[in-house]
């Protein structure tokens, strides 16, 4: 965050990747959601994006590109913000993202070192993509999964961060790459305190435990996993649920921790959302540690 000098404050953020669906401008759209996901989870309003994008000239035509840089801007508008232009490099991996720009109340910043014990853990997307997107680069994903999926990832969080803000969360991340427990495992290192997760209301995209079960997981949800094995006590939690809890997600939703007698109210507020569920507390323990009981449903 950098404060101006006149009291107001920005945020900066960037990311891009390879293509997760065949379709460009789906891909430009979860690509542009998911870059603009870190304003929203600090509490800001994204002004400007800049575009990020490698493209293999001599191999896919440059009107392909044309509609991933419209699927992007798509997200902008819808965002409020504008694409202001960007920078293409040759290279033979295709890749897409944006740098975005935001806005933000400097007495009102959601961080991740923020979370206190007592605070109700809410989540307001469900989980699953990674598990989905894998499917779909294997040719297995049904087109009911996949639609339910880029539904998911091409929602800004920008009405979800509204209402945090205004009830007053001050801890706060986006659950991405990480997946959901390497997200909250960061935010409670930085606080200084544990929590301990209910795996069965974490809410999940509907045929995600299925492809999850077929084999269809990810790299990057087993490098999860293990990351996080000297701080998740998983009890008797079965293989299914470890992958779920660590599934690398793309445009994910928000995770906020809530004061307790706030929460009821943040919940209410986010019903229109893809999901908003209390998955667990904070509590005093070992920074860092998750402990999980139940099983995704």
């Given at each position: 965050?950098?404060?101006?000098?006149?009291?107001r404050?920005?945020?900066?953020?960037?990311?891009?990747?390879?293509?997760l669906?065949?379709?460009?401008?789906?891909?430009?759209?979860?690509?542009?959601?998911?870059?603009?996901?870190?304003?929203?989870?600090?509490?800001?309003?994204?002004?400007?994006?800049?575009?990020?994008?490698?493209?293999?000239?001599?191999t896919?035509?440059?009107?392909?590109?044309?509609?991933v840089?419209?699927?992007?801007?798509?997200?902008?508008?819808?965002?409020?913000?504008?694409?202001?232009?960007?920078h293409?490099?040759?290279?033979?991996?295709?890749?897409?993202?944006?740098?975005?720009?935001g806005?933000?109340?400097?007495?009102?910043?959601?961080?991740?070192?923020?979370?206190?014990?007592?605070?109700?853990?809410?989540l307001?997307?469900?989980?699953?993509?990674?598990?989905?997107?894998?499917?779909?680069?294997?040719?297995a994903?049904?087109?009911?999964?996949?639609d339910?999926?880029?539904?998911?990832?091409?929602?800004?969080?920008?009405?979800?961060?509204?209402?945090?803000?205004?009830?007053?969360?001050?801890?706060?991340?986006?659950?991405?790459?990480?997946?959901?427990?390497?997200?909250?495992?960061?935010?409670?290192?930085?606080?200084?305190?544990?929590?301990?997760?209910?795996?069965?209301?974490?809410?999940?995209?509907?045929?995600?435990?299925?492809?999850?079960?077929?084999?269809?997981?990810?790299?990057?949800?087993?490098?999860?996993?293990?990351?996080?094995?000297?701080?998740?006590?998983?009890?008797?939690?079965?293989d299914?649920t470890?992958?779920?809890?660590?599934?690398?997600?793309?445009?994910?939703?928000?995770?906020?921790?809530?004061?307790?007698?706030?929460?009821?109210?943040?919940?209410?507020?986010?019903?229109?959302?893809?999901?908003?569920?209390?998955?667990?507390?904070?509590?005093?323990?070992?920074?860092?540690?998750?402990?999980?009981?139940g099983?995704?449903?």
């Amino acid at each position: 965050m950098w404060r101006r000098p006149d009291g107001r404050a920005l945020v900066a953020t960037v990311d891009f990747f390879t293509p997760l669906v065949d379709d460009p401008t789906t891909w430009g759209r979860i690509a542009a959601a998911n870059a603009a996901s870190d304003v929203y989870a600090m509490g800001g309003r994204p002004l400007v994006a800049l575009n990020i994008a490698a493209w293999p000239r001599e191999t896919l035509p440059l009107e392909l590109l044309a509609d991933v840089l419209r699927g992007g801007r798509s997200v902008a508008e819808r965002g409020g913000y504008v694409v202001v232009g960007g920078h293409t490099v040759d290279d033979p991996e295709p890749k897409y993202g944006q740098v975005v720009v935001g806005r933000v109340h400097p007495d009102r910043v959601m961080t991740i070192d923020a979370a206190r014990p007592g605070d109700a853990l809410v989540l307001t997307k469900p989980i699953g993509t990674g598990v989905i997107t894998t499917a779909i680069k294997a040719d297995a994903a049904p087109s009911s999964a996949v639609d339910e999926a880029v539904a998911s990832m091409t929602k800004l969080n920008d009405a979800a961060s509204a209402v945090l803000v205004a009830s007053g969360v001050r801890a706060c991340t986006d659950v991405t790459g990480f997946g959901l427990l390497g997200h909250l495992h960061r935010m409670l290192l930085a606080s200084g305190v544990a929590a301990a997760v209910d795996a069965s209301a974490v809410p999940l995209l509907a045929q995600a435990s299925a492809l999850a079960t077929a084999g269809h997981v990810s790299g990057g949800t087993r490098r999860n996993i293990e990351a996080l094995d000297n701080y998740v006590h998983w009890g008797q939690a079965p293989d299914l649920t470890r992958v779920m809890l660590c599934d690398a997600q793309t445009s994910g939703g928000l995770l906020a921790a809530c004061a307790a007698d706030r929460v009821d109210d943040v919940v209410s507020a986010l019903e229109g959302e893809l999901a908003a569920a209390v998955i667990g507390r904070v509590a005093d323990g070992r920074p860092g540690s998750v402990s999980v009981t139940g099983t995704p449903g």
